[in-house]
């Protein structure tokens, strides 16, 4: 626990002289599950690639398990590195059982082997058939399959719960809670999702390759400073006159109200009888990514103001 | 070793499933069989032919084909899984990019030898058969072995193609141009030099610059063994040069090794 599974010192990588990323810091302990968040192109990819060492860092440290894993002798510890590609296309004349014996067998694994991850994630009734005749979602179950060759120490997932329906998607979700508890680290990449934020230990949200923010999700809501949403029903004249009511009611009887103020509110909300409900929303890890980015964007102009 | 035999096994497969190895084995079959049997055709008989003539007419059509099946079978080998995503799936793994390239070479390298060998190889037995003539099998075997070596390394080539390539159709045509200038260009503009040179080519310079094309060697393994007198044209006079079977057959497996290295190279230098 004490060395960190992954980490990241200053790591850069520029294509051409387009800087991917830049001086990228992270430390990702075992068994932590991290989000890692941001829009197409914004060099999550290219993370993914440092740390499975398909691709080389231009500055910095990129280790993993104590290896630097653009390094011939870190070869083995890849047989316990998982990775789910955003965009594959699995061999489409082969059955799933074959695609996935293909794999198995490159990590030193057997058909079995194969067989049980199949049964895992639900598709062991379509192994027998060919790729081509697989839906959307089943694909996207062969790919996490084949992520979860040989009980992996690390995880990383681009993008997991595209296409899958929200039965799968649940249970791909219990799937990285149960990896999580046998040890494994998991980077989750993705778009914002509904439902991701129960499943991650910490939030990295990058752009432009720059890290934006990163961790906690309490932690990342409380630095943005976002209100929280107050939503009473049976609001009197008499509570919407109220100073404290009135500063942050809108027309929809809703209130936005800071963070530090909101148990004050409440408070006094709740001391009222007349009130037959009441709904509190903290803001959401949609409206803490939309907040970093659109920090970011107003940073940029600044920036370009200042130099002109 | 378990990771190369892993891809070729994969790779095999796939040319047994996709038809490539019966295919391949029934087109040089009816091919050495048909020439066989029905070679002196034109000249009003059917039956057994002379051997050289049987060969040198089997050699003239495979030196087309071969390359052609070659590229054919090989060339989207790389790009195709690159487009699919699975080439830097497969980098992740515990897989050397030597290791995934030798792979798939002994794997398409295995079609084509088997076909080869199965395909010709009917033709040189019922010849056997019928004539118990040790000759045969002999010059059927350096056909065989030359007719492999050609395959394999247009099979390399083809790699080489397929690792620069950034599409799967230009890969394509690619190839396709590849094997024109093999095939036909490369003669046509020996051909070319041979006419128009005013000092004349000599004969040594002409069988170096043949040195030049996998196919010609081809050529040369096969023709340098039997009566001159069944050959005519610019080959004539390159067979009469003092290179023997083996140094050709060498030669012809430098050109197996040499774009196979160079896929090497490019595939370690290529961004993903």
Known sequence: MNTPLVSLENASKNYKALPALSSINLQLAQGEVLGLFGH?????????????????????????????????????????????????????????????????????????????????????????????????????????????????????????????????????????????????????????????????????????????????????????????????????????????????VNSAGHLTVPEQDKLKVLRYL??????????VESANLEQVYQYYLAQAEHMKTENTKAGA | MREILTVANKEFHDGLRNRWLLSITLIFAVLSVGLTYFGAAASGTVGVTSLSTTIASLASLAVFLIPLIALLLSYDSFVGEQEGGTLLLLLTYPLSKNQLLFGKFFGQGGIITLATLLGFGASALLLFIQHGDFVIIETFGYFIVSATLLGLSFT???????????????????????????????????????????????????????????????????????????????????????????????????????????ASVIFKNKKL
Request: charged letters at 15%; glycine letters at 8%; proline letters at 3%.
């Open chain 2, 156 to 262: 390399a080539i083809a790699y080489m193609i397929s690792l620069l390539a950034s599409e799967k159709s230009k890969a394509a045509g690619v190839a396709l141009i590849t094997w024109f200038f093999f095939a036909l260009v490369f003669d046509l503009a020996l051909l070319a030099l041979l006419v128009g040179a005013d000092s004349g080519l000599s004969q040594s310079a002409l069988t170096q610059l043949m040195m030049l094309n996998p196919a010609d060697v081809f050529r040369l393994v096969n023709l340098a063994g039997l009566d001159s007198s069944d050959v005519n044209g610019a080959l004539a006079v390159a067979i009469n040069a003092n290179l023997t079977q083996a140094q050709l057959l060498a030669i012809l497996l430098a050109w197996v090794v040499a774009p196979l290295a160079i």
């Open chain 1, 40 to 248: 197409n192109g914004a060099g999550k990819t290219t993370m993914m690639k440092l740390i499975l060492g398909v691709i080389s860092a231009d500055a910095g440290n990129v280790t993993v398990m104590g290896m630097k894993p653009d390094d011939k002798s870190a070869w083995h510890m890849r047989a316990k590195m998982g990775y789910l590609p955003e965009n594959v296309m699995f061999y489409e004349q082969l059955t799933g059982l074959e695609v996935l014996s293909y794999f198995a067998r490159l990590k030193g694994q057997t058909k079995l082997h194969a067989k049980k991850l199949l049964e895992q994630v639900g598709i062991a009734h379509a192994m027998g058939r060919q790729v081509k005749t697989y839906s959307k979602g089943m694909r996207q179950r062969l790919g996490l399959a084949q992520a979860f060759i040989g009980e992996p120490k690390l995880l990383l997932l681009d993008e997991p719960t595209v296409g899958l329906d929200p039965n799968a998607t649940a249970e791909f979700y219990n799937s990285v809670d149960q990896l999580k508890t046998q040890g494994t680290s998991v980077v989750l990449c993705s778009h914002v999702l509904p439902g991701v934020e129960q499943h991650i230990d910490r939030a990295m949200i990058i752009s432009g390759g720059k890290t934006l923010a990163l961790g906690t999700i309490a932690e990342l809501r409380a630095a943005a400073n976002l209100p929280t949403q107050i939503k009473p029903q049976g609001l009197n004249v008499e509570l919407l006159e109220h100073p404290i009511v009135k500063a942050y």
């Open chain 1, 270 to 279: 709740l001391a009222d009888e007349s009130l037959s409900d009441i709904a």
